[in-house]
């Protein structure tokens, strides 16, 4: 099965409401990167995250590494949220490498 | 701050080539990634490199062979084009596996 579960899988949402994405670990996860996937392919950074909690405007992110999940919340959604959100975590077996979720496609509607 | 270019953007090739891929970053990062998009999928490993000349075997690295010539460039070559392939490569680079950046990626068509 999958080692990176990403859920939901697609989701669309009226502009200026909230949600939450989730990634599902199982492996031993280190480290979670989210990222946004444009429509372009271009893949921006959107949190590093070791277990914790980071805040970056609308957006928020948690890294809970003993009950192996992550999750992405998003406020105030704007029609510039959409695109493929990915989150990607460090394996404890090698510290180079990441194993990435198959996204989540997010729609937001005017 | 600073930048990952990825060339060519466009690549197409006939079945059986060989066809070059070329990545440089200006972060001094010393990891480097090659990674393949399937469309509508996630990122799959196909090589990386811990440092100048070193080479490490990803998930999918068959039918691929790369080079690290220095620390700011990492090359990948797919060594026989199959028929109707179509992905994105993506390249990327990070401080000794930390946070990974992204390039802007290569998008290949074999006709």
């Known amino acids: 099965g999958d080692k990176v579960k990403q859920s939901p899988s697609a989701l669309s949402l009226q502009e200026g409401t909230n949600s939450a994405l989730r990634c599902n670990f199982s492996i031993a996860a280190t480290t979670v990167q989210w990222f946004l996937q444009n429509p372009r392919g271009s893949l921006m950074n959107l949190f590093y995250?070791?277990?914790g909690t980071k805040e970056n405007g609308r957006l928020k992110s948690a890294f809970d590494s003993k009950e192996s999940y992550s999750t992405l919340h998003i406020r105030d959604a704007q029609l510039e949220d959409s695109g493929t959100y990915f989150c990607?975590?460090?394996?404890?077996?090698?510290?180079?490498?990441?194993?990435f979720g198959k996204g989540t496609h997010l729609h937001v509607l005017p | 701050g600073g930048i990952i270019t990825q060339t060519p953007k466009f690549l197409i090739g006939q079945e059986g080539q060989k066809l070059t891929l070329k990545c440089q970053q200006n972060?001094?990062?010393?990891?480097m990634y090659w990674y393949r998009q399937d469309s509508g999928k996630g990122l799959r490993l196909i090589y990386y490199?811990?440092?100048?000349?070193?080479?490490q075997k990803g998930d999918l690295s068959e039918g691929y062979d790369a080079s690290r010539e220095k620390k700011s460039s990492f090359s990948l070559t797919v060594t026989s084009a199959q028929k109707n392939e179509m992905a994105v490569f993506l390249c990327?680079?990070?401080?000794?596996?930390?946070?990974?950046?992204f390039g802007p990626g290569t998008r290949l068509t074999v006709l």
């Open positions: 990607a975590a460090g394996d404890d077996t090698n510290a180079y490498k990441v194993i």
């Open positions: 990327a680079s990070s401080i000794s596996g930390y946070e990974q950046y």
């Open positions: 972060f001094n990062h010393d990891t």
């Open positions: 490199s811990i440092t100048e000349n070193d080479l």
């Open positions: 995250l070791v277990p």
